[in-house]
């Protein structure tokens, strides 16, 4: 937690990995994010993995440090008291994020209404509205071809959900960009970002769209194979499996001398006439020829013996571990000062990270969970919709709120 | 492009893809951004795909918009002029986004001695400083290993540098979140994002390291099903791979009904004595009894009698398609208004990509591509740096800049 958004407040309507994720990138900046769910909880409230208790370890990671307001979405009252929230007044205020539909009761018109100068930033599916999840929009992109490796031409979904978390972050930025557009000129705006355009737009600035526009078809499936320059996955000789990248000339010297390749890769460079060091994609040409002399280097002795050689060196390299062994990295997980210890809603106490950047200038302030469900459905309707206690009560009593 | 971060000026001093998206992102909103190269090009310069002539589709992909200053940055003078260039004057400037190292000539502490306020943000390999790229970091954290089908124990790495993409839009939202805080603070502040932490931290949001921890160890490969709830790829009678999600109780019944296969899944929980409609985690616990009624189903029809039932029904599913397919979807590439063709440095016209996120209010101003390397560096030198004509003159004389 930093304070650079402080008094900023935003409100959150959301559900799965996009919307949630941007609204914590700005809880942990240090915004006030109030999010709003139905009832029971919204579709992602016992996502897996699951406590043994059956809480979600997803929703509470992904709402650390916000608040929680429970309303029956289904009911007329209960949309207009999400639809208050998102509008509610205040300077700093009229911030709202959501991947609710376009064209519902929170869509952006209705919202305007309520307040002129709201900033909405709507995480969509596809950009016509239609349903699209990130899988469904990677696999449209063709990367699912790409990944793996060549002998298997099954498609490999990924595990991570970039597109989710790359849009998150995206909306994170539009959100302040858009506050600071009204700061200026006090117009209110929807900014929306649709997985399919962020997948599209992302294919196309890597280059990966102008390839296969060239090429007239989409680069092959390669394995771990670095595209473009010099990199993969060698075993040492005790099994361990390290990952080596070489994309600069500095990379690739350092690389040879530490595995005492030098020489072996000076002669084949004289045979084939090119220079390796010169021209990252002659490697990536040539990588059949070079492999072999790697995978002998890397054979020939442990991954002990090896590491001090490639650290001395300045290598580009890296062991693949498991999870639970990177819970005992020190640069990872152990160690780690984004991480504390703390009491989550699932009544499980585990380390847990603030904001991913750092700023030496400022303390880092506690790691704050997530929210019980409704645990601030009082306090948010009293303090930003000036609700009386009678009337706090009544929304009790009828079910709208909880 | 848009106009919210009209006035800013950012300088960027960047390789490879997350420092220099973070630039294009800013730019794509609007900020005037000043990208400065060693001459003949940074590491990332040459990098794959090539144009015919050699030059990068890549390079021009994540550099548009940008102006481009080149100088011999191994030289002191071309040093001293990289630090004014990120520490030059002007209210909304001041903002400095590089992968330069922690401790070099662009330290932050040498910057701040030219301007007191200024707002850095550093992408970072490893936070201690060391070596560390996006494929490096992924194997660290287990995901390689999580990826690919069951029967293939060999690790699968991402083809697409997602630690990197996400490091990149973060970089810009710390970006204008840090100038949102100097204009209220005064201050300058440096933040660092490390791939590191930001995997670290991600694992953590998403739950996979509190499961891990839990557990004692992580998730195991699971090929292309979706973790925890319903979802893979199925192949219909003619042989087209489809991906079908189901995740919300709506997702779940529309898809059996657009199957047709309500009334089988019905039998089965009956027989199994659950509800797969309450609790997708069911659905994943009991996959492989559900996934014969629904490779059935596909394999019963082909794609195209499958995708009316699927797309009326509101189905979240999408097909495999290869990029070369997607360059002719219409929701894609065809007639997305996200794309401009545009004529690239490499000489090629090919459609390009603005701004990710669309706002209805504003106007989408014109794509423009990237800079020629040093296109602005006499502009440059003289507007910001206010030198004169014949110090820029000498200059180029003694090749410190080009």
């Avoid at 001090?308 to 819970?327: H, N, R």
């Avoid at 904001?355 to 704050?368: F, L, N, S, Y």
Wanted: charged fraction near 25%; proline fraction near 6%; charge should be negative.
């Amino acid at each position: 937690m930093y304070d650079l958004l402080k008094g900023l407040r935003v409100v959150e309507g959301s559900a799965f990995v996009a919307a949630p994720t941007c609204g914590l990138y700005l809880a942990q900046m240090g915004a006030e994010v109030i999010r709003f769910d139905n009832i029971g909880g919204g579709p992602d409230f016992r996502r897996w993995p699951l406590s043994e208790s059956g809480l979600s370890l997803y929703w509470e990671g992904l709402n650390k440090g916000k608040k929680s307001v429970a309303i029956d979405l289904s009911r007329p009252e209960g949309k207009e008291i999400a639809q208050r929230l998102a509008a509610a007044p205040g300077e700093d205020g009229g911030l709202f994020v959501t991947n609710f539909p376009a064209e519902g009761f929170l869509a952006y018109e209705a919202l305007a209404k309520l307040r002129a100068d709201l900033v909405c930033v709507r995480v969509m599916g596809w950009a016509d509205g239609s349903q699209g999840m990130d899988y469904t929009i990677n696999a449209a992109l063709g990367l699912p071809q790409m990944t793996g490796h060549p002998d298997d031409e099954r498609p490999v979904n990924h595990v991570l959900a970039a597109w989710d978390l790359l849009t998150g972050a995206y909306c994170a930025f539009a959100m302040v960009s858009a506050l600071l557009a009204r700061q200026r000129d006090g117009q209110g705006r929807e900014v929306r970002v649709p997985l399919s355009d962020v997948g599209a737009a992302t294919m196309a600035n890597l280059g990966f769209m102008a390839e296969a526009q060239l090429t007239g078809r989409q680069r092959e499936r390669m394995g771990n194979d670095l595209y473009g320059a010099f990199g993969r996955d060698f075993v040492t000789r005790d099994g361990q499996r390290l990952m080596l990248l070489c994309v600069t000339p500095r990379q690739w010297s350092k690389a040879l001398e530490a595995l005492g390749i030098t020489r072996e890769v000076a002669s084949l460079e004289g045979e084939v006439g090119v220079s390796f060091a010169t021209d990252e994609g002659l490697r990536f040409t040539h990588r059949d020829r070079l492999y072999p002399l790697f995978e002998r280097a890397f054979a020939a002795r442990t991954a002990g013996e090896l590491t001090p050689a490639l650290d001395a060196g300045g290598v580009t390299w890296g062991a693949y571990q498991p999870l639970e062994a990177a819970l005992r990295d020190r640069r990872l997980y152990k160690d780690n000062p984004l991480f504390q210890d703390v009491r989550h809603p699932s009544g499980l106490t585990y380390p847990a990270p603030g904001a991913m950047g750092t700023i030496p200038q400022d303390e880092r302030r506690p790691v704050i969970p997530a929210p019980r469900l409704g645990q601030h459905t009082d306090e948010v309707l009293a303090g930003l919709l000036g609700l009386p206690g009678a009337e706090i009560a009544r929304l009790h009593d009828q079910g709208i709120v909880a």
